[in-house]
């Protein structure tokens, strides 16, 4: 049996795609190391027509593909149960859900008011032109533009993270105690900034600042060794 | 031993704590049915001096008096193990604190944009003064302006809402297939605008419109058959 895991390739080899984090956690988490590790571009999904779809991440475990990085995780969930769980059950599977649609829904577009301009910069040069294209028709505004007027939109970042800041305030992780899936949810957003921006997210005295230090360092600082910014 | 639930009293007798909720619904999620609920008035907190502090719900179970909702649903989790769970494990505890701060720090005021004024409506004439005061001061405004302008905020409690949104738009309950405790969290807020509004905060084609019709069917139709309104 053998484990590939197909992930976004930015510029210099960066790696920085936060659904693909939140994938590379969860194997982590389950003790699971990929075989192999196989970069895309965001323009060259001919890699990926095996999957039947054009998005990293894609898993292949053996002779399963399983693409979307929520779908990976309920799969090793329910592939491996004698592994660590992602989840600790059907409660906690559910309300990830709900993580997963807050990261997805708010925190990213509310992020991305923030560090677009940096994340442009740091794709491949041939995804450029495909990178503003489509971003700037999801945001209506160009990328400069937007870029020039972050401040302003630092403000709603800092709200948006609300409920996240003050449960890890109160405690070590999202999920409690000891990490799991909700936590690599919202920390692949981070790493999506860490990998392109060296714009301060956090300031030093939010709870969400020293948890996310917590994360870096996990599974032997597996996030911490990859190419980014630390700030 | 006795269980004795102390809860807020609005006008005609109307109980409308959202927090209050969570922790009814927490009871009969385990199976406890309390022997007395004791209502109180926001003025008429001397009732409630054995706790040591003057907020609804308070629970006395035999000598054991614990204030808070999310504290009392802690207590009930680790006093009644053997009943069915509210959280069904740590993860599902951990980020239940999550939706937790959501809904008392982004849904409340969302939800308190568009219906305070009906909230201010509906509490006993002898609060009024009191509400007047605590809520204008919160919000830094007048309860009359911000319900004459309440349109303009519908936009805001859409979006609030999203994540819980395309959760149950994925599946029954905002904890899974069962309710579990993050759902009582969530369904209390809704029950604060059902003892007190007729302003219809959700769409019919919302999915969390037949979420909020499964949370009201629950236990015999607990929730239902408290006073309100249905929209």
Redesign the interface.
């Known amino acids: 049996m053998s484990l590939v895991l197909y992930e976004l390739l930015g510029k210099d080899d960066l790696r920085f795609s936060p659904f693909a984090w939140r994938t590379r956690l969860a194997l982590a988490h389950k003790g699971l190391v990929p075989d192999k590790i196989v970069p895309c571009l965001f323009t060259d999904k001919t890699k990926l027509a095996f999957s039947g779809q054009d998005k990293v991440p894609v898993l292949k475990d053996g002779d399963t593909v399983v693409s979307d990085s929520w779908k990976i995780a309920t799969y090793l969930e329910d592939r491996y149960p004698d592994r660590p ?1 992602l ?13 997963n ?2 990261c997805d ?2 925190l990213h577009p509310a992020m991305a008011r923030l560090i677009l301009g940096d994340v442009f910069a740091n794709v491949d040069p041939v995804d450029r032109e495909y990178f503003r294209k489509t971003r700037e028709a999801r945001f209506g505004a160009a990328i400069e533009a937007m870029h020039a007027e972050r401040e302003k939109h630092v403000e709603a970042w800092k709200n948006v993270l ?3 800041r ?2 890890v305030r ?2 070590a ?6 990490p ?3 936590d690599y949810i919202l920390f692949g957003t981070f790493m999506w900034a860490r990998g392109t921006s060296p714009f301060a997210l956090l300031a030093k005295d939010d709870p969400l600042y020293p948890w996310r230090e917590r994360m870096l360092d996990l599974f032997g600082g597996l996030a911490r060794r990859a190419k980014g910014h630390s700030v």
């Open positions: 769980s989840f600790g059950g059907a409660v906690g599977r559910g309300v990830a859900k709900a993580i649609y807050y829904g708010q609300l409920p996240v003050l449960t109160d405690q992780f999202l999920s409690g105690d000891a799991a899936y909700p």
